[in-house]
């Protein structure tokens, strides 16, 4: 059975309720991003090696990754951090993030540049695939196929319905899928202009695509309704033009992947 637990599901900055984005995949001990929820990820270490999936590299998307020092052995049984990443965005993290003047000493991560792997490679019995997204500054997808299920990370993007990404997630069992804006006029365009999604754009993607299991992510951290993106308004407005199952992200939930 693999788990996914919500570490952090907010975007921009943490709020009382939200850190910023990051998940873990217990099994086959997968992160996806490293934003300010990492310290939740203590608790849950169970193996010696960690894989870390980076979408981009905004510090919302990668603070975390200066908390590592906390997380491995002795504290937990993390002896070995391998950081997935496109080549630019991992120079940047090691030129940039962990500049001397910004933070004293980088944990000991083994970096694997996408490129040098290929579009789709294999992480013990999953398959990996990395795709390009539209956003400022450029980031990536992952869609990850596993024994017992698929699921597509899809964040920081203006949802399209036509966007070459999704047919690479055409199709998962499970899509989480950023959502930071909600229908307004005035928020569609600010999702436009900062590179982000609104809520009846994801929906109607999603169920043209054939995702049955759709988590929204990546929320405005200000707005701490417990709708913060009018998902109950977008909903009556499609009708039945969305997908079968669709989940509000929240900080400390998580997911069984093989309930299908």
């Not at 804006?181 to 695509?209: C, N, Y």
Request: net charge negative; glycine share 8%; hydrophobic share 40%.
């Amino acid at each position: 059975m693999t788990k996914l637990h919500c570490l952090g599901t907010a975007g921009y900055h943490p709020s009382e309720s939200r850190h910023t984005s990051c998940f873990f995949l217990d099994t086959p001990s997968i992160l996806l991003d490293a934003g300010t929820s990492v310290f939740r990820l203590k608790s849950l270490l169970r193996s010696k090696s960690l894989s870390i999936f980076l979408s981009h590299t905004h510090l919302d998307h990668v603070m975390g990754l200066t908390f590592f020092w906390d997380l491995l052995a002795p504290h937990t049984p993390l002896e070995t951090i391998h950081l997935y990443a496109t080549e630019a965005k991992l120079k940047a993290v090691e030129t940039h993030l962990f500049h001397p003047d910004l933070f004293p000493v980088i944990p000991p991560f083994e970096f694997h540049p996408l490129e040098e792997l290929g579009a789709r490679f294999q992480l013990g019995s999953t398959q990996c695939t990395w795709f390009p997204v539209e956003h400022p500054g450029g980031a990536i997808g992952f869609r990850l196929d596993m024994p017992g299920g698929s699921l597509g990370y899809v964040t920081d993007t203006t949802c399209e319905t036509g966007a070459a990404y999704w047919k690479e997630v055409q199709g998962v069992d499970w899509l989480i899928h950023e959502c930071n804006f909600t229908d307004a006029p005035q928020e569609r365009q600010m999702a436009i202009h900062t590179g982000h999604s609104w809520t009846s754009a994801v929906l109607s993607a999603a169920k043209d695509h054939g995702v049955e299991r759709l988590i929204l992510t990546h929320l405005n951290p200000l707005v701490e309704d417990r709708d913060p993106i009018g998902l109950e308004a977008s909903k009556r407005s499609l009708g039945t033009h969305v997908p079968d199952h669709i989940y509000l992200a929240e900080d400390g939930k998580s997911f069984d992947l093989s309930v299908r």
